[in-house]
């Protein structure tokens, strides 16, 4: 599978068909999880992000997401990733004075295979941070079926078990950082087993814990969703771990949002997402879950609007303390924004 074809196409004039005006457009929102993209035919960078979050939404802060953006093309390559984390503060560096704090926390790339020796690299990147760094991603999806892998990402099989991959992983926690997991769900036990190992270690699993109901998982619906609760139920049990309620609107996903005529409405989207959002809500609590656009990969889906119009449908029974979590408490605290 190619790399583009791992993406669904961004189609302007079919998001503007059935974009939403804002509900509830006052409430303060920090976006736990959204990437600047420079790749061929697709730019998606901060002009673009700040067109979405100020189109009704009261967006306040970003935590911006590692996205294999102007890395350093001279130097030592280990260190290449430090030129994102250079990037996205020095562009961003105008909004921390005002609104909306565009990349107020930053997850970055460092290489964990790299086991003890990384280290060198978070030290790089906590300086080129200037005092935003707040955590790395190393993304290990893995599954038997190829077609499901992005090439970008492709990463072995075992490697959240792996011992080196686990001496960089203890790099984070002395140096105050937390772990985001992208990974995709039937790796849900290792990643317990990681967390678990690492009590002190803040981990965020990205995206509802990878939903993937395409390709070989196409004809299991019931399988997976059942296998993915379980394992969803389980990581509940470690307080160390956290979850980003979001991350729907990718192709793996397979809820098909895409084949429309048009794009789908808020009700629409909060009909397909509750199932699998709610039980992530349920398992580990308000207070460790965290709404995230994940633009523009989810924008191949939906409008902006319409994805916080879900999740504002989706938590409208609960209590004033649950959505100030959800919106915005958690990530403020896992990130430590405040």
């Not at 958690?330 to 405040?338: D, F, G, I, Q, S």
Request: overall charge neutral; glycine content about 10%; proline content about 5%.
């Amino acid at each position: 599978m190619s790399t583009t074809s791992n993406y669904l196409p961004v189609r302007a004039q079919w998001l503007a068909s059935g974009t939403e005006a804002a509900l509830e457009p006052d409430m303060p929102i920090i976006d736990a999880h959204h990437h600047f993209y420079e790749r061929t035919g697709w730019t998606y960078l901060l002009d673009e992000y700040l067109q979405d979050a100020r189109s009704g939404h009261n967006i306040t802060a970003s935590v911006y997401m590692q996205a294999l953006t102007r890395y350093r093309t001279s130097g030592a390559e280990q260190l290449r990733p430090v030129g994102e984390i250079e990037y996205v503060t020095g562009v961003t560096a105008p909004l921390q004075r005002g609104g909306p704090q565009v990349a107020k926390g930053i997850v970055g790339y460092a290489d964990l295979r790299r086991g003890a020796a990384v280290r060198e690299v978070l030290e790089a990147e906590l300086q080129a941070g200037d005092g935003r760094l707040r955590g790395v991603r190393h993304l290990v999806t893995w599954d038997a079926d190829t077609t499901l892998v992005n090439p970008l990402s492709a990463a072995a099989r075992g490697l959240l078990l792996d011992p080196t991959y686990r001496a960089g992983v203890a790099q984070l926690g002395t140096l105050g950082l937390s772990y985001d997991a992208w990974l995709f769900f039937p790796q849900l036990p290792e990643l317990f087993d990681l967390a678990r190992a690492f009590p002190d270690t803040p981990v965020i699993v990205n995206h509802c814990g990878g939903v993937v109901r395409i390709a070989s998982y196409a004809d299991q619906r019931k399988e997976v969703f059942d296998a993915w609760s379980r394992a969803m139920r389980e990581l509940a049990q470690l307080p160390n771990v956290y979850v980003k309620v979001g991350g729907l609107g990718m192709r793996i996903n397979g809820f098909d949002f895409e084949r429309g005529e048009r794009p789908p409405s808020s009700t629409q989207l909060a009909d397909a997402w509750k199932p699998w959002m709610h039980t992530c809500i349920e398992a580990f609590g308000a207070d460790r879950c965290m709404f995230e656009s994940n633009f523009p990969v989810d924008k191949g889906s939906y409008p902006f609007s319409n994805g916080w119009n879900a999740f504002k449908r989706l938590t409208a029974q609960a209590g004033d303390g649950e959505r100030e979590a959800l919106f915005r408490g958690t990530v403020a605290k896992v990130y430590r924004l405040a």
